[in-house]
């Protein structure tokens, strides 16, 4: 299999693992801690530099993994967000439609929405513009 077709083959599978789980709302860490008490995804970060785009964040999420975190780039996209990791930890919890809640530290939602934004403006972004 050549390489673009690899990657178009990872492209579909995110997409269609995203299309089974969603973001239902945004809340606070507390209330995700009552709504949600377990965990779907989140983690620690401070990867994501210049120059990468969504599948250099992608590839390092497994199967389960990438349900969430496309799930998350669907809902930011539909919306415009723009969410800090402060923002998130204080305000801006995801809870999924499974019942779970993504709780990242301040650099992994950094990671994130620098990925997100990096590959949907097709410009350069690093965790740090999204960790405070």
């Known amino acids: 299999m050549s390489e673009e077709e690899t990657k178009g083959g ?3 599978v ?4 995203a299309c089974s789980l969603s973001v239902v709302k945004w809340c606070s860490y507390e209330q995700s801690l009552r709504d949600a008490p377990k965990e779907g995804i989140g983690g620690m ?6 120059g990468m ?39 801006n919890v995801p809870i999924f439609s499974d019942g779970t809640a993504g709780r990242f530290s301040y650099r992994a939602w950094g ?3 620098a990925a997100i934004w990096a ?13 405070m």
């Open 10 to 12: 990872a492209a579909q």
């Open 14 to 17: 995110t997409v269609q693992a």
């Open 45 to 50: 970060g401070g990867f994501f530099d210049h």
């Open 53 to 91: 785009r969504w599948k250099d964040y992608a590839e390092q999420w497994t199967e389960e993994g990438l349900r969430y975190i496309e799930a998350i780039r669907s809902a930011v996209l539909k919306d415009g967000l723009r969410i800090t990791g402060a923002e998130h930890q204080s305000h």
């Open 111 to 113: 990671d994130l929405m």
């Open 119 to 131: 590959e949907a403006e097709n410009k350069d972004y690093c965790y740090m513009d999204f960790y």
